[in-house]
């Protein structure tokens, strides 16, 4: 092939199939159902929940089972092009549950020097590792709790995934976008107070949250079409904003003193 | 100064990550893009032996301004004994002074009622400023500065010339005459002591730094003194529980041969037995310790080569944007170092914007004023 001189910058990957996704929120908030609209989902059930959902499946209620669906996906042989893990948190105790059986002890702490958290957490960032990198997009679920942060200043609540500290730091360095499903009042034309589903995209102190793409407006309506138009107008050279949802009220504000929110 | 300009070297555009987060969820406010007092940068020993140990780290901490979102207690409450051996060495003439600490105690853990972990920190804080204040009530020594910032030119080991970048700023305890000569008082708090720790303490390069400095501006420091306070390790008895009890008392009638028992339920131990019996372990000679200890030129001499070595390091690692990775280093300490996650990640942004907030390093130096300058330290870096 002839060397030539680039006329236009290269492209980048705009194929959400590229992108590792957390989603988390409150339950029954939407988290699922969201998920299951991302192109060719394969569902990896580790707890159930999906009944209300027509979705392609695997129970996964045990480490060894999503380790054989793992090896399934990763052969390639099947038509699925996002995998999504339903909850990581689940996921995150087979885990546990399947080293701590392995070495005979009931819990990680059993194990002198603290070897047994860190087989947990080699083994948790094994896997996940293995599964991004595969090439379907890959969408991790996780219910939302909310915890105390103490600063030197005070403290104040902060909304983030129900997962242990180690585990969590595992899947936020892997991750491309973190949407965390909330929920926000406004009042429509007529006065009327109306609640509606949201995804914050961007960090903020009371919750996580983040966009490595950039191309999400900060909030937006929990709904894959109004996902998928925001992250590919973005593409394009639209503006993100457009179709978002009202970002000026984010929920809870940090207090300092010792009060609680 | 915008931001994106580096305290450095004006011309010289900010390496900071930071400085890109206009979108900062807490407010980017880079006050590494601020000049300092002087036109030059002030360099801690914390920011010198975090570059030493670990270039990357450096960057972290006091480059993009990066902290874990959350407090480590046991930085909370050395800080918070420091705080006391400051109100009760700087009110040396004030017979009230440890009830005003008390009372300073008190403020600080308002919570403490509903808060198992701050009453058992507050009762630990009372017990051992009670006790101090009973071991020391008059000193040997004559208290010459408290709580004393500084800030001396850091120079070429060899032609004697002064840093053209920057200059040492630091913070020490209590400076102390004693038999006619100056000794730096240093305060430690510390869970146990033996041979290694005494041993350690010769290690501290910090201090042995700080009095070279503090004698370059004219206090002829000879040597250290340790104040070393022992946290105790006793807890408060949090009593039987009626199932514990009947338990015990099971136990003990069937080895009775009446088959009954005259044990009774032992009830939780209230505040002030707790307090009475922290007193008594606070009374012991052990509880406290003080340890001298002599500087030899030959080591100042040689830490101050290490710090002109350590600067040039940095400017180096700054003019060629290279801040390596020490990896032997993400575990000393037997804990992994706070930005684990982080780099792990391959610093993806998620991990920083989520685990660190953005806040100005040298806290330790935050808010003093500098009786060399008269100015006050706010934003040093
Ligand atoms: S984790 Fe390791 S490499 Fe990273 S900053 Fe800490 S010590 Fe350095």
Known sequence: MPVALPAERSKRANDLAQQTVLVYGAPKIGKSTFASQFPGALFLECEPGLNQLEVFKIATYTWDDLLAACKLVAAGDHPFKTIVVDTIDNAFKYCTDHVCGKHGIEYEGDMAHGKGWALVKNEWHRVLTRLASLPYGLVLISHAVDKTVETRTGEYTRTQPSLPDRARNVVLGLVDIILFCDTQTRKDASGNVVVERVMRTKPHPTYEAGDRTGRLPDVLPLSYESFVQAFDSAASGTSPAAGAADASTPPGKILHGKAKP | MSPGVSPFSPSIPCTSDACDRIDSPVGHKHSACTPDLTGKSLLTFSALNTFRNCPRKYKHRYI?????????????????????????????????????????????????????????????????????????????????????????????????????????????????????????????????????????????????????????????????????????????????????????????????????????????????????????????????HRERIYLSEDRLAMLQDEVWEITQQYLDARRRGKWLLNTSNCFSFQRPCAYLPYCQSGFNPNVRDNLFEIRPPHEELEGLDDAATGETLENPF
């Open chain 2, 64 to 288: 993009d301004q990066l902290q874990g979102r959350e407090r480590a207690d046991t930085l909370a409450f050395g800080s918070l004994i420091h705080a006391a051996l400051e109100t009760w060495y700087r009110a040396t003439d004030d017979a009230d002074r440890l009830w005003t600490i008390l009372d300073d105690l008190d403020r600080a853990y308002p919570n403490r009622a509903g808060d198992p972990h701050a009453k058992r920190t507050w009762q630990l804080a009372r017990a051992m400023v009670s006790g101090y204040a009973a071991r020391y009530p008059q000193e040997d020594f004559e208290v010459v500065e408290v709580e004393k910032v500084f800030q001396a030119e850091i120079r070429n080991p060899d032609t004697g010339r002064p840093s053209q970048t920057f200059v040492m700023a630091g913070k020490v305890d209590g400076i102390v005459r004693l038999d006619g000569e100056l000794y730096l008082l240093e305060h430690k708090t510390a869970g146990s002591i033996d041979a290694n720790y005494l041993d350690k303490l010769w290690t501290d390069t910090q201090i042995a730094l700080y009095s070279h400095y503090l004698r370059e501006l004219g206090s002829p420091i000879v040597g250290v003194i340790y104040n070393v306070l022992l946290k105790t390790r006793i807890q408060q008895h949090a009593g039987e529980s009626q199932e514990e009890y009947e338990a015990r008392r099971a136990v003990l009638a069937a080895k009775n041969k009446s088959g009954r028992s005259t044990a009774k339920r032992q009830l939780p131990e209230t505040d002030d037995e707790f307090q009475a019996r922290l007193a008594e372990w606070y009374a012991k000679p052990e509880a406290f």
